[in-house]
């Protein structure tokens, strides 16, 4: 992979905050292991689909019920994670993250392998299939959470303090670069997965991605803790942490040895001893105590959407008849696109501030996906279906310029102590979301119907540009420059009569010449 410079010049190294060096390869390592992880879980989250539309033909139930139990268990789940990460030393949630995510894919592979060897398992004996499916549906849920974990760590956690004491730029210049790691292995992953389904087979796939869960896990850990180790700010942030929640736990002891006056302290310590498992009401209040909100909400509202190619929509073209090699390319497209959203976004931010990027983004995407509404209306099944491709691909350009603008104001915004929770909490809300998209597919099982899931999505993602331009008004209590608009369309009134004055002024010229 090619190593992207995180200032200016490559050959100088970054400086952390103590002003000793970091070697840029730390950096490569960082990158490497991050798209070794990021490359498991897109091969699966591309290949889920077909194979639960195989396991189960003409229906989108199974795909559905496998999206409503991996989005449900960020759901009930997402916050206790964004909880333990933050109390967790990172070596501690580096470790849980790298296995139970590569296990469970390990252990989902499998069970599609021997459910696709053992087909006639539906109508010889129901009972193993169904457990089967659920072993899936359970491994899949799993590897969703492991993978939370890593998220947090990695672009919530890793990434703010390896830039601290720097320009604003770095931050910025380090989020493009994960984004793009992970678009880059969203190209690559359902391209190569899609030509192994479409000219080898589905068993194939599901082989190769057990086999690379097996082999990578120990590449990555080496990977990781390499990074960990050669920063020191990283070390002295886990530190940080530890000794942050220590005072809490002397105190609550202290409390309870007391007498007389303090009983009912010690009675409210008692009571949050016994219920403190629950984690996920304060989780909750945290987050709504953001001044990024709105921003937020409007995200996770992006998520309630088939507009990507996701389980739901994967399974659609699949029965529509596209090949699954088309679909991995169609998604490839799709990534390229987002790349080249990661690049443009530090060029927009940079002129017109974090806040406008994410509107003009936003907005871009909902225009994007006008023609994804329009392929409803077109009556040939293939050219409908290569519209809806198309318009999907192209909305990523403002999708994820989007989601990193928003991600960049949860950094800049949210209290160092705060981040991993309200990290957790915006990916339950997401999955929220996520989830309902699947009860919705779940209702609408039938791919005829995919139609009414397209303008449901439509209109959500309506909703959340609206919900981010309120925010905008009222951080900038405007949201256009109507006085250089004025100056412009001025401007403009005024440069034709500045050209005809000009016009006449060089015949007058010429006419003089003509007569001397």
Same mark, same amino acid.
């Given at each position: 992979?090619?190593?992207?410079?995180?200032?200016?010049?490559?050959?100088?190294?970054?400086?952390?905050?103590?002003?000793?060096?970091?070697?840029?390869?730390?950096?490569?390592? !960082?990158?490497?292991?991050?798209?070794?992880?990021?490359?498991?879980?897109?091969?699966?989250?591309?290949?889920?689909?077909?194979?639960?539309?195989?396991?189960?033909?003409?229906? +989108?139930?199974?795909?559905?019920?496998?999206?409503?139990?991996?989005?449900?268990?960020?759901?009930?789940?997402?916050?206790?994670?964004?909880?333990?990460?933050?109390?967790?030393?990172?070596?501690?949630?580096?470790?849980?993250?790298?296995?139970? @995510?590569?296990?469970?894919?390990?252990?989902?592979?499998?069970?599609?392998?021997?459910?696709?060897?053992?087909?006639?398992?539906?109508?010889?004996?129901?009972?193993?299939?169904?457990?089967?499916?659920?072993?899936?549906?359970?491994?899949?849920?799993?590897?969703?959470?492991?993978?939370?974990?890593?998220?947090?760590? $990695?672009?919530?956690?890793?990434?703010?303090?390896?830039?601290?004491?720097?320009?604003?730029?770095?931050?910025?210049?380090?989020?493009?670069?994960?984004?793009?790691?992970? !678009?880059?292995?969203?190209?690559?992953?359902?391209?190569?997965?899609?030509?192994?389904?479409?000219?080898?087979?589905?068993?194939?796939?599901?082989?190769?991605?057990?086999?690379?869960?097996?082999?990578?896990?120990?590449?990555?850990?080496?990977?990781?803790?390499?990074?960990?180790?050669?920063?020191?700010?990283?070390?002295?942030?886990?530190?940080?942490?530890?000794?942050?929640?220590?005072?809490?736990?002397?105190?609550?002891?202290?409390?309870?040895?007391?007498?007389?006056?303090?009983?009912?302290?010690?009675?409210?310590?008692?009571?949050?001893? $016994?219920?403190?498992?629950?984690?996920?009401?304060?989780?909750?209040?945290?987050?709504? @105590?953001?001044?990024?909100?709105?921003?937020?909400?409007?995200?996770?509202?992006?998520?309630?959407?088939?507009?990507?190619?996701?389980?739901?929509?994967?399974?659609?073209?699949?029965?529509?008849?596209?090949?699954?090699?088309?679909?991995?390319?169609?998604?490839?497209?799709?990534?390229?696109?987002?790349?080249?959203?990661?690049?443009?976004?530090?060029? +927009?931010?940079?002129?017109?501030?974090?806040?406008?990027?994410?509107?003009?983004? $936003?907005?871009? @995407?909902?225009?994007?996906?006008?023609?994804?509404?329009?392929?409803?209306?077109?009556?040939?099944?293939?050219?409908?279906?290569?519209?809806?491709?198309?318009?999907?691909?192209?909305?990523?350009?403002?999708?994820?310029?989007?989601?990193?603008?928003?991600?960049?104001?949860?950094?800049?915004?949210?209290?160092?102590?705060?981040?991993?929770?309200?990290?957790?909490?915006?990916?339950?809300?997401?999955?929220?979301?996520?989830?309902?998209?699947?009860?919705?597919?779940?209702?609408?099982?039938?791919? @005829?119907?995919?139609?009414?899931?397209?303008?449901?999505?439509?209109? !959500?993602?309506?909703?959340?540009?609206?919900?981010?331009?309120?925010?905008?008004?009222?951080?900038?209590?405007?949201?256009?420059?109507?006085?250089?608009?004025?100056?412009?369309?001025?401007?403009?009134?005024?440069?034709?009569?500045?050209?005809?004055?000009?016009?006449?002024?060089?015949?007058?010229?010429?006419?003089?010449?003509?007569?001397?």
């Amino acid at each position: 992979m090619e190593r992207e410079p995180l200032l200016a010049k490559q050959e100088k190294p970054l400086l952390d905050t103590q002003h000793n060096s970091i070697p840029s390869s730390l950096f490569t390592y !960082l990158y490497v292991g991050h798209f070794l992880a990021r490359w498991g879980a897109r091969m699966w989250e591309f290949s889920v689909g077909l194979y639960m539309i195989n396991i189960w033909p003409n229906s +989108l139930l199974f795909a559905a019920i496998y999206g409503v139990a991996e989005a449900s268990s960020t759901v009930l789940f997402g916050a206790i994670v964004g909880q333990w990460v933050d109390r967790l030393t990172y070596v501690q949630v580096l470790r849980l993250w790298l296995i139970a @995510q590569n296990l469970a894919y390990i252990i989902a592979g499998g069970t599609v392998i021997a459910l696709l060897k053992f087909s006639f398992l539906k109508s010889t004996n129901f009972t193993a299939f169904i457990f089967l499916v659920i072993l899936t549906n359970v491994s899949g849920a799993i590897a969703a959470l492991s993978t939370l974990a890593g998220t947090i760590l $990695i672009e919530r956690e890793w990434v703010v303090v390896i830039s601290e004491g720097h320009p604003p730029e770095t931050l910025t210049k380090l989020n493009s670069i994960i984004r793009r790691i992970d !678009l880059i292995s969203k190209l690559g992953a359902p391209v190569l997965s899609g030509f192994v389904i479409s000219f080898v087979s589905l068993t194939s796939s599901a082989v190769s991605l057990a086999l690379w869960n097996a082999i990578t896990i120990w590449v990555e850990y080496w990977l990781f803790i390499s990074v960990y180790n050669g920063i020191p700010a990283l070390g002295e942030s886990s530190q940080r942490r530890v000794s942050r929640l220590s005072p809490s736990v002397e105190e609550t002891e202290s409390l309870l040895s007391d007498d007389g006056g303090n009983s009912a302290l010690a009675e409210e310590s008692c009571f949050m001893s $016994i219920f403190g498992w629950i984690p996920c009401f304060d989780a909750w209040k945290v987050y709504w @105590q953001q001044d990024v909100v709105l921003p937020g909400l409007a995200l996770a509202l992006l998520y309630f959407t088939v507009l990507s190619f996701g389980t739901l929509m994967t399974a659609t073209l699949e029965w529509e008849g596209v090949p699954a090699y088309v679909i991995g390319l169609a998604r490839g497209v799709s990534a390229v696109i987002g790349i080249a959203a990661t690049v443009v976004y530090p060029i +927009l931010q940079s002129r017109i501030s974090t806040l406008r990027t994410g509107l003009w983004s $936003i907005w871009f @995407q909902w225009f994007c996906l006008i023609l994804c509404v329009s392929s409803i209306f077109v009556q040939n099944g293939l050219l409908s279906a290569y519209m809806l491709m198309a318009g999907v691909a192209t909305s990523r350009l403002g999708l994820w310029m989007f989601d990193l603008s928003v991600i960049q104001q949860m950094q800049d915004r949210v209290p160092e102590s705060d981040r991993g929770v309200v990290g957790g909490v915006q990916n339950s809300l997401q999955s929220i979301l996520d989830l309902m998209t699947y009860v919705m597919g779940i209702i609408i099982s039938n791919p @005829q119907d995919f139609w009414q899931l397209i303008l449901i999505s439509f209109m !959500l993602v309506t909703l959340a540009a609206l919900l981010y331009t309120v925010h905008i008004y009222r951080v900038r209590k405007h949201l256009f420059h109507f006085e250089k608009l004025f100056s412009w369309i001025q401007w403009s009134i005024r440069s034709p009569e500045k050209a005809e004055m000009h016009t006449q002024v060089e015949k007058v010229e010429v006419l003089a010449s003509n007569e001397s």
